[in-house]
């Protein structure tokens, strides 16, 4: 009990020394500064704008007022949010950016429905007690600190002086009480570390509701942010469909469609040499236009197959089954799918599962790969695996595990990598059972 | 003749190599992009070159500019395009400096030797070869539906074959009628679409493609 006593009070007491409270003291200034002459102008344009636009006549420039109110607000919140996040800390992102709308009543509809700037009204409005508040944090500190210096004082002042002298007391009543003697001035001092104490850990509480206040008033809404997340991600969705479609493309070019001309060349020869007789060159260039012929089918399957395969229409476990058989590390599935998910999420599920095996096969020099699949509650797939390779996966290094990621996250899937460096690897892949 | 061959996809440069010397034609360079194209080119100075217009290191139109780059510095050298699809941008590209020595085919018409090889003559000896399928989308896209549509269907043919850049001679050959039939109906088409008559065939390739619809200026062939 006295243990925790003494720890309590050695952090209270020394509280003013720590680096933070630099930083709470210096937000405070700041902040006093930029609440205060934000709250002054903000509230007398409001004011007026909304009195003048209350009458008849100056209606247009009353509305003019409280859009530009709004667009300052924005301004103040931009710089109110910034200050906070460098100097206490936070990590608050802008909220989503205004979209002028067109035309005259279409951009003052727009402008009026700012909530994001309303928000940041709310704002400077409720600053003005938390200025009050911080300014007094400062004058405490302030005045602690003069406090302090009067054993000093007293010696230095003595010597010439025969009247007492006053000491700096921070509440607003009682008058300042005087010093006749150097126990008095002691007394001053510790005055003083009471009041640089009790500053520095107002400035702090101040502070913390500051915080949520910038949080909760100019961040962005939980909507907004929703959308924006969405934004993104269709965005890398579409991307991703169009490399797809460009690979395909490619990949026709320069296989089965090379092939097939070359066949028709070779075939075209022969039908010339047919005339001359000459049997030898004639079933040599059948021969190699029946090669051209076979490659092109190959190269034909297998760009089906990536596209779709075909023995995915079975089941999401046979053709996980058939992606082990064909693996060069040694594969093992274990399938606990109590029903099938939809075919897009079948569709990632697999590829994943092949990127990973194909990444393992290339990199980790494993002698065993499992993959494990499942539904973890209803409504959630989980695709699991794992190598007993050397580790050291990143998916920052090499854009394969990047893409797989982004892919998943296009439907709010999750990919957690478990690669440290010796082994082992393991990857999950949380996926919704519907896309 | 003697010919230089640019294109990467190995298979078919070794295909088109044989082809042409099968027809007793000298492949004096067979190159896979570009610059060694131009570099061939420069040192044998062959009679025709023929090239693909997708090649290394993009894949997009390396070989279009390297033809282009090609009719400007050597004039010498018909120069023959290839390409898997037909892009009308390109053509009318080609043709700007205009229509001596130039053809722009697609890959498949190698399939049919025959008509390979004389698109290859008649670029060589300076004239002009067109793939009909490029013609036949200009004639499609063309907005003069009013005067093709005064033309016999026979006419026609032979508009399209003028297009494509034959001779009077080609023409007969591949309708399969006299050299007379032929110049009547040249003589009759370039009336009624109001096209001034022209000796020289490369002259007359542009004459009808401008008339088909915004091609390239007449110029010196």
Wanted: some cysteine.
């Amino acid at each position: 009990m006295e243990e925790e006593l003494w720890r309590v009070g050695g952090i209270v007491l020394r509280a003013p020394l720590a680096r933070q409270t630099r930083r709470d003291l210096l937000y405070c200034c700041v902040s006093v500064l930029a609440g205060v002459l934000g709250f002054v102008v903000v509230v007398a344009l409001l004011a007026f704008g909304l009195t003048v636009s209350a009458s008849v006549l100056g209606t247009v420039v009353g509305l003019l007022l409280i859009t530009l109110t709004l667009r300052l607000s924005r301004r103040l919140g931009s710089l109110h949010r910034r200050l906070s996040n460098r100097l206490l800390g936070q990590h608050v992102e802008a909220p989503q950016r205004f979209q002028p709308g067109t035309g005259v009543l279409g951009r003052l509809d727009r402008r009026l429905r700012d909530r994001a700037a309303w928000r940041g009204i709310w704002y400077s409005l409720v600053k003005l007690p938390v200025a009050f508040a911080q300014f007094y944090a400062l004058v405490l500190v302030v005045c602690g600190l003069i406090d302090l210096s009067y054993p000093v004082v007293w010696v230095l002042y003595r010597h010439g002086n025969p009247a007492p002298l006053r000491m700096l007391q921070p509440l607003p009543f009682g008058g300042s009480p005087s010093i006749h003697s150097w126990v008095g001035s002691y007394f001053a001092a510790l005055v003083g570390v009471v009041c640089v104490v009790a500053g520095t850990w107002l400035a702090r509480g101040i502070n913390a509701g500051d915080r949520v206040l910038v949080r909760n008033l100019l961040g962005p809404t939980s909507m907004a942010e929703r959308v924006s997340e969405l934004e993104r991600t269709r965005t890398l969705a579409v991307e991703d469909s169009a490399a797809a479609l460009r690979r395909v493309e490619r990949d026709l070019h320069d296989g089965a469609q090379m092939r097939l001309a070359a066949l028709a060349m070779n075939l075209g020869m022969a039908r010339e040499k047919l005339d001359d007789q000459d049997d030898a060159t004639v079933r040599e260039l059948i021969d190699a236009a029946h090669r051209n012929a076979v490659d092109a089918l190959a190269d034909l399957r297998d760009l089906a197959r990536g596209i779709h395969p075909p023995v995915l229409d079975s089941g999401l476990a046979s053709a996980l089954d058939s992606l082990a058989a064909s693996s060069a590390i040694p594969a093992s599935v274990t399938a606990d799918l109590g029903q099938r998910p939809a075919p897009a999420i079948e569709t990632i599920a697999y590829f994943c599962a092949a990127e990973l095996i194909a990444n393992a096969t290339k990199h980790s020099y494993a002698n065993q790969i499992t993959i494990k699949i499942s539904t973890e509650r209803a409504g959630v797939l989980r695709l699991e695996v794992a190598d007993d390779g050397v580790g050291g996966a990143d998916a920052a290094r090499g854009s394969g595990l990047a893409g797989l990621v982004q892919r998943v996250s296009t439907v709010d899937g999750r990919v957690d990598l478990s690669s440290p460096p010796g082994g082992p690897t393991l990857v999950t892949v949380v996926l919704p059972m519907k896309a | 003749m003697r010919v230089v061959i640019a294109e990467d996809a190995a298979l078919l440069r070794e295909g088109l190599t044989r082809l042409l010397e099968d027809r007793g034609h000298t492949i004096c360079a067979a190159v896979s992009d570009g610059d060694a194209l131009l570099a061939v080119v420069a040192e044998h100075r062959p009679d025709v070159a023929v090239v693909d217009i997708r090649m290394p290191p993009t894949h997009t139109d390396e070989g279009l500019r390297a033809a282009l780059k090609l009719r400007h510095d050597f004039p010498g050298t018909g120069v023959l395009v290839f390409s898997q699809y037909i892009e009308t941008s390109y053509s009318a590209q080609l043709l700007e400096g205009g229509a001596a020595g130039v053809g722009y085919l697609l890959k498949d018409r190698v399939a049919n030797v025959a008509e390979f090889s004389a698109a290859l003559q008649r670029v060589a000896d300076g004239g002009t070869a067109l793939d009909p399928e490029v013609v036949s989308q200009l004639f499609r896209a063309s907005r003069q539906r009013g005067g093709l549509a005064t033309l016999t269907p026979r006419e026609r043919q032979v508009l399209a074959l003028m297009a494509e850049g034959r001779s009077n001679a080609g023409i007969a050959a591949e309708l399969v009628v006299s050299g007379g039939a032929v110049e009547k109906h040249v003589a009759s088409i370039f009336t009624k679409l109001g096209l001034p008559p022209d000796e020289s065939d490369n002259r007359r390739v542009l004459a009808v493609l401008r008339y088909l619809g915004g091609k390239p200026q007449l110029q010196d062939g």
